[in-house]
């Protein structure tokens, strides 16, 4: 019995399922507590920008049609938290700088390549990123001093006119697609890609500023409600 050709964009996740784990590890060491903050979601948002940006400016529609994309969102997202003079001596740092610049090389070599770092970041917004966001808006719910609109800094995760399931299936459906069509050295190198977009986005996530300011004002906040928890239940039973 003839053994199902993996498809594509499977083997792009296996070939980085451990790298992809060290990201989420990180990620969830760094980030778990102080994602809640909107000053280090900011940062976050800011180190990707260019990122994002930069794919939408030098990919073919053909991989990246216009319903994926995010730069105007990420400029709306950062204007709500930065103010509308955010651009005003905004200087990318050096991590972002030098992922910008591998960019570079690669589509000089073979655009093509691009593609690896559209599946991964686009498919890690429409999974990862949506989990991230679900959790911002149930930590307003509970904060008193949140805002609780939640469409209001949330422009980058938010798809009106297309399903989460529609695009990542359109997404998948084209590369599996364009994997289909390379000979080996490419599909060699474009797993080799993959795996290298885990490692920049780890090395620009390291940048990240103010976490720990975040997880120390988040766990002070924790701390308050349960000694407020205590004070009623002493309270009521007293």
Known sequence: MATKKMSFTKEMRVVTRDIHNVSDALVNAKLAFALYDSA??????????????????NVSHDFLPEEYHRAHQFEEDLTFYLGADWKTGHQPR???CDYIKHLEEIQRENPN??????YHLYMGLLSGGQILQKRRNLSRKFNPFANKNGKQGAALTTFEEHSIYELKQKMRKTIDDFGDRLDDGTRKRMMEESRKVFEMNNEVIKTVKGVNRAN???LAYILI???LYFVLKLTVFN
């Open 225 to 227: 409600l349960i000694f």
């Open 113 to 118: 390549l691009l593609v690896a770092y559209v």
């Open 94 to 96: 050096k991590e972002v």
């Open 40 to 57: 280090v979601w900011a940062e976050g948002l800011l180190i990707f920008y260019e990122i994002f940006k930069y794919l939408e400016q």
């Open 216 to 218: 120390l004002k988040t």
